[in-house]
């Protein structure tokens, strides 16, 4: 089975500051990683994702999120935040094969701070 | 590109009542997906189908029944709303588990 922890529900950020959002993935083979943001009143779109090579990957507005298997994360970073970032934030795993469960995880509510 | 239409955009039931959340898409995608999204909880997987006529329940599936009778289409259906249930219903799309495409969402209050 596949899951998806987001220890942090509400993470608030000065404007400028940087930023991590914490997320860890349960899956025993090598997954595929994903994060979605969903902005007030909108649907979700997706931020960033991993499916292999370079661990570091970019996505849009300067979000970055690394791959370390060996501690099973995919942290979401951005180095200093805008006050637009506020938003909800889901990680997501799925299988990298065959099995198309997508499993998301409780989501991070983002606020920034002026 | 391409859109994903989910039908109606809000549901008002009566308890009990059986309701069904239609969704299509033009992506000519192959998997389809039903979440369900409460507050504080996240995306919730109700039920996934790989191609036409195929279904998979997911961690929710208790109390809804899901159908693919066309590959552009999956429809939900809450077979005995909930009194005081609300949620929001999100239709998504994917190219074989790889991105996955979103609806703008159904959401459903039972009275």
């Known amino acids: 089975a596949q899951s998806v922890t987001q220890p942090d529900a509400r993470v608030t950020v000065s404007e400028g500051a940087s930023l991590q959002l914490r997320c860890k993935y349960s899956?025993?083979?090598?997954?595929?990683l994903f994060w979605y943001v969903q902005y007030p009143r909108q649907g979700l779109q997706l931020l960033l994702k991993?499916?292999?090579?370079?661990?570091v990957v970019q996505g849009v507005n300067g979000f970055e999120a690394e791959f370390i298997k060996s501690n099973s994360s995919f942290h979401l970073r951005k180095a200093s935040v805008h006050w637009s970032d506020s938003a909800v934030y889901f990680c997501?795993?799925?299988?990298?094969?065959?099995?198309?469960?997508?499993?998301f995880g409780a989501g991070t509510k983002l606020t920034i701070k002026p | 590109g391409g859109i994903i239409t989910q039908t109606p955009k809000f549901l008002i039931g009566q308890e009990g009542q059986k309701l069904t959340l239609k969704c299509q898409q033009n992506?000519?995608?192959?998997?389809m997906y039903w979440y369900r999204q409460d507050s504080g909880k996240g995306l919730r997987l109700i039920y996934y189908s790989i191609t036409e006529n195929d279904l998979q329940k997911g961690d929710l599936s208790e109390g809804y029944d899901a159908s693919r009778e066309k590959k552009s289409s999956f429809s939900l259906t809450v077979t005995s709303a909930q009194k005081n249930e609300m949620a929001v219903f999100l239709c998504?799309?994917?190219?074989?588990?790889?991105?996955?495409?979103f609806g703008k969402g159904t959401r459903l209050t039972v009275v």
């Open positions: 992506f000519n995608h192959d998997t």
């Open positions: 899956y025993s083979g090598t997954p595929y």
């Open positions: 991993y499916y292999s090579g370079d661990p």
């Open positions: 998504a799309s994917s190219p074989r588990g790889t991105e996955v495409f």
């Open positions: 997501a795993v799925s299988a990298n094969y065959g099995n198309e469960k997508i499993t």
